[in-house]
């Protein structure tokens, strides 16, 4: 590592990191007792964070004004990624059900995506809804492949890849294909690029362990090319800020990437990081899922999707 660091969590590679973290900052640890903490989404209207804990089977949520957590499901279909349409309703990724579901303000289920060409979807890990409402999803093998996130099965499918569903058809198709195993996805601020990671590293160490770079022409992918490779563990979950950086799990912390793959900095966590998301009353703190615990950090930048923050 050439980076240097700053009140112990805090490592710098690029001076332009501290305009994004307080070097007095800390990293507080608010929850520990997950087996593997994932999926964080934040609602603004109830101030509250909603997490999965995926071996657990269960979904956590956060009182942001009271600091209390409670167990909201359990047994929550080991439940993955998750964020928040539009309307801020919830749109989760089940792997017990191997299905994508939007949970409707009666806390019913619609299902808006469990088979592609009749065949089940592997188990979708990571979501991301776009500005015209399209719900992009990742659809790795993590939870068919042993009993610990899951339940084992064999992939109908056959490959691993990056769909969109229609918002208004629910039509599921494939937007991406040639990863290992697709895991976080995150819009630029703008919509016009979409990030996706590919952890394949996890299951065979000649694989890639990178986020790569589409460009978004309507609902098409261009491009794809290899933005960042991660050194430590693999890249798992990624968010981007107000200006368009990447924050992106990794083993070591969370790595803070400018868009054009410049590695600024990483807050270093004692745990393996799966999964992160912005939140707190502006939008400047940034909660980590790291294994066993949920901890936050207040930044100096805020979460691209702010602007939704003062409308909820
Ligand atoms: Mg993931």
């Given at each position: 590592?050439?980076?240097?660091?700053?009140?112990?969590?805090?490592?710098?590679?690029?001076?332009?990191?501290?305009?994004?973290?307080?070097?007095?900052?800390?990293?507080?640890?608010?929850?520990?007792?997950c087996r593997f903490a994932e999926?964080?989404?934040?609602?603004?209207?109830?101030?509250?964070?909603?997490?999965s804990d995926v071996p657990g089977n269960r979904?956590?949520?956060?009182?942001?004004?009271?600091?209390?957590?409670?167990?909201?499901?359990?047994?929550?279909?080991f439940p993955n990624?998750?964020?928040?349409?539009?309307?801020?309703?919830?749109?989760?990724?089940?792997h017990?059900?191997?299905?994508?579901?939007?949970?409707?303000?009666?806390?019913?289920?619609?299902?808006?995506?469990?088979?592609?060409?009749?065949?089940?979807?592997?188990?979708?890990?990571?979501?991301?809804?776009?500005?015209?409402?399209?719900?992009?999803?990742?659809?790795?093998?993590y939870g068919?492949?042993g009993h610990e996130e899951g339940?084992?099965?064999?992939?109908?499918?056959?490959?691993?890849?990056?769909?969109?569903?229609?918002?208004?058809?629910?039509?599921?198709?494939?937007?991406?294909?040639?990863?290992?195993?697709?895991?976080?996805?995150?819009?630029?601020?703008?919509?016009?690029?979409?990030?996706?990671?590919?952890?394949?590293?996890?299951?065979?160490?000649?694989?890639?362990?990178?986020?790569?770079?589409?460009?978004?022409?309507?609902?098409?992918?261009?491009?794809?090319?290899?933005?960042?490779?991660?050194?430590?563990?693999?890249?798992?979950?990624?968010?981007?800020?107000?200006?368009?950086?990447?924050?992106?799990?990794?083993?070591?912390?969370?790595?803070?990437?400018?868009?054009?793959?410049?590695?600024?900095?990483?807050?270093?966590?004692?745990?393996?990081?799966?999964?992160?998301?912005?939140?707190?009353?502006?939008?400047?703190?940034?909660?980590?899922?790291?294994t066993?615990?949920?901890?936050?950090?207040?930044?100096?930048?805020?979460?691209?999707?702010?602007?939704?923050?003062?409308?909820?």
């Amino acid at each position: 590592m050439s980076g240097f660091l700053v009140a112990d969590a805090i490592e710098v590679h690029d001076e332009r990191f501290l305009d994004c973290v307080d070097a007095d900052a800390l990293l507080v640890t608010v929850f520990t007792g997950c087996r593997f903490a994932e999926g964080p989404v934040h609602l603004p209207a109830e101030r509250a964070l909603l997490w999965s804990d995926v071996p657990g089977n269960r979904v956590l949520r956060l009182d942001e004004e009271t600091s209390q957590v409670t167990v909201a499901e359990h047994p929550a279909d080991f439940p993955n990624g998750q964020t928040r349409d539009a309307a801020g309703r919830i749109v989760r990724c089940e792997h017990g059900t191997r299905r994508v579901v939007r949970i409707e303000r009666d806390g019913s289920r619609t299902v808006l995506a469990d088979r592609v060409d009749g065949k089940r979807l592997n188990s979708p890990n990571d979501v991301v809804v776009a500005k015209d409402g399209g719900v992009w999803f990742t659809d790795p093998t993590y939870g068919i492949d042993g009993h610990e996130e899951g339940y084992p099965a064999i992939s109908e499918i056959g490959e691993n890849r990056l769909y969109r569903i229609d918002p208004a058809t629910l039509a599921c198709e494939v937007r991406a294909d040639g990863f290992r195993q697709p895991n976080g996805l995150a819009f630029s601020p703008d919509g016009g690029i979409l990030y996706v990671v590919d952890s394949g590293y996890t299951h065979d160490q000649a694989s890639p362990r990178h986020v790569r770079r589409f460009t978004v022409e309507g609902t098409r992918l261009h491009g794809g090319e290899v933005l960042a490779e991660c050194d430590s563990g693999v890249f798992d979950g990624v968010r981007v800020d107000d200006d368009g950086r990447l924050w992106l799990a990794a083993g070591d912390g969370v790595r803070c990437h400018l868009p054009d793959g410049t590695h600024l900095g990483t807050i270093v966590v004692p745990e393996e990081v799966g999964n992160l998301e912005f939140g707190g009353p502006t939008g400047s703190t940034l909660y980590i899922c790291a294994t066993t615990t949920l901890r936050r950090m207040p930044l100096r930048v805020r979460g691209a999707v702010s602007s939704e923050w003062t409308a909820a």
